[in-house]
């Protein structure tokens, strides 16, 4: 349902938001940068997928969600019906890309949940 996306991509997002996490996320950019230009992308994904599921895997598990793969097809499902999830599932795709969003986004984004 719409109300119990929201209460996992804030709870998912919060995660993602910690400045550990934001840290680790920014280390792993930083090292795939270090690649040689054609091999930047692939380094990005080696280094991001395992963090991302590091960090997403067992907050989404405690929502009974089995995988991040999953979850984020769920959550992505319930987006077209609902502007501030598809706003979420945005910003946290942006972090599982190596892009966290900024602690204004974040504190915006929460406010607006609720």
Same mark, same amino acid.
């Given at each position: 349902? +719409?109300?119990?996306?929201? !209460?996992? $991509?804030?709870?998912?997002?919060?995660?993602?938001? $910690? =400045?550990?996490?934001?840290?680790?996320?920014?280390?792993?950019?930083?090292?795939?940068?270090?690649? =040689?230009?054609?091999? *930047?992308?692939? !380094?990005?994904?080696?280094?991001?997928? =395992?963090?991302? %599921? /590091?960090?997403?895997?067992?907050?989404? *598990?405690?929502?009974? $969600?089995?995988? +991040?793969?999953? /979850?984020?097809?769920?959550?992505?499902? +319930?987006?077209?019906?609902?502007? $501030?999830?598809?706003? /979420? !599932?945005?910003?946290? %795709?942006?972090?599982?890309? /190596?892009?966290? =969003?900024?602690?204004?986004? +974040?504190?915006?984004?929460?406010?607006?949940?609720?």
């Amino acid at each position: 349902t +719409v109300d119990r996306a929201k !209460v996992i $991509l804030k709870d998912t997002i919060q995660t993602f938001a $910690l =400045p550990e996490h934001r840290a680790q996320l920014e280390a792993a950019v930083a090292e795939a940068q270090k690649a =040689p230009p054609d091999q *930047q992308p692939m !380094v990005k994904m080696q280094k991001l997928i =395992p963090l991302i %599921t /590091g960090i997403a895997g067992p907050k989404l *598990q405690s929502y009974g $969600l089995p995988n +991040v793969m999953i /979850g984020v097809m769920q959550l992505q499902a +319930v987006a077209a019906q609902d502007a $501030l999830v598809a706003e /979420g !599932v945005r910003l946290l %795709t942006a972090a599982s890309m /190596g892009s966290p =969003p900024s602690d204004a986004q +974040v504190a915006d984004y929460l406010a607006r949940l609720g």
